[in-house]
């Protein structure tokens, strides 16, 4: 079947720290992979995707390779901010069929303190 | 362009009760989605609608039904309420064509639903 493992949090840093969220799939066929962030009452923003092996997703400093051999689409920032403090979610779009369907990790909680 | 609205942003009821939960897409795009969020269980996927019409399911059991209008707004409905209903429940919109292709879902703000 179709899943998502993330590590688990909550992750604090200091701001300007490297941060790294593992992320590890098991799919069918050749999914799409996303990295979902939620802010404190809100719902969920995509923040960056890769839809095929290889593909590096990014936005807002944030960073993510889709790696097929390693079945993996870890998140990576350089250097974090307060305001990046949220819970992340990677997630996937399984490759045959259920194209909308996104099946989602634990997610993961990251505390940046000043 | 106005995001995914979803309606009531709260609601409380009681065990056995039924609930329904409204979701407004973004103009133009005709795919909804479900999702239920709870501590336990994390964000699961209930089901899909796309031109009025359910796509995909995800397993939950029968009480959970939904409906979409020719508008592309959907209708969630919840019947005899458990306690571990208990949850933040999303509705997503996509453009979403054919599912050839990977289409970007956008997220409302979700209906917290509390069942005492």
């Known amino acids: 079947g179709n899943s998502v493992t993330q590590m688990e949090g909550p992750v604090t840093l200091s701001e300007e720290a490297f941060l790294t969220i593992n992320c590890t799939y098991t799919?069918?066929?050749?999914?799409?992979l996303f990295w979902y962030v939620q802010y404190p009452g809100e719902g969920l923003q995509l923040l960056l995707k890769a839809t095929k092996a290889d593909d590096k997703g990014s936005n807002k400093g944030f960073e993510a390779t889709y790696r097929k051999e390693t079945t993996s689409f870890h998140l990576e920032k350089g250097s974090v901010q307060v305001s990046d403090s949220a819970v992340y979610f990677c997630?996937?779009?399984?490759?045959?069929?259920?194209?909308?369907?996104?099946?989602f990790g634990a997610g993961t909680r990251l505390a940046v303190h000043p | 362009k106005a995001g995914v609205t979803q309606t009531p942003r709260y609601l409380i009821k009681t065990r056995g009760q039924q609930v329904t939960l409204s979701c407004s897409p973004i103009s133009g795009h005709r795919s909804v989605s479900w999702y239920q969020q709870t501590p336990g269980q994390g964000l699961q996927f209930l089901f899909e609608?796309?031109?009025?019409?359910?796509?995909n399911k995800g397993n939950f059991p029968g009480r959970f039904s939904g409906r979409q209008f020719s508008n592309s707004r959907s209708e969630m409905n919840v019947s005899t309420l458990e306690l571990g209903d208990s949850a933040l429940y999303l509705c997503?919109?996509?453009?979403?064509?054919?599912?050839?292709?990977?289409?970007?879902?956008?997220f409302g703000p979700g209906t917290r639903l509390t069942v005492l």
């Open positions: 609608y796309f031109s009025e019409t359910q796509r």
């Open positions: 997503a919109s996509s453009l979403a064509a054919a599912q050839s292709s990977y289409n970007e879902q956008f």
């Open positions: 997630a996937l779009t399984p490759g045959t069929g259920g194209y909308n369907k996104l099946i």
């Open positions: 799919a069918t066929g050749y999914p799409s």
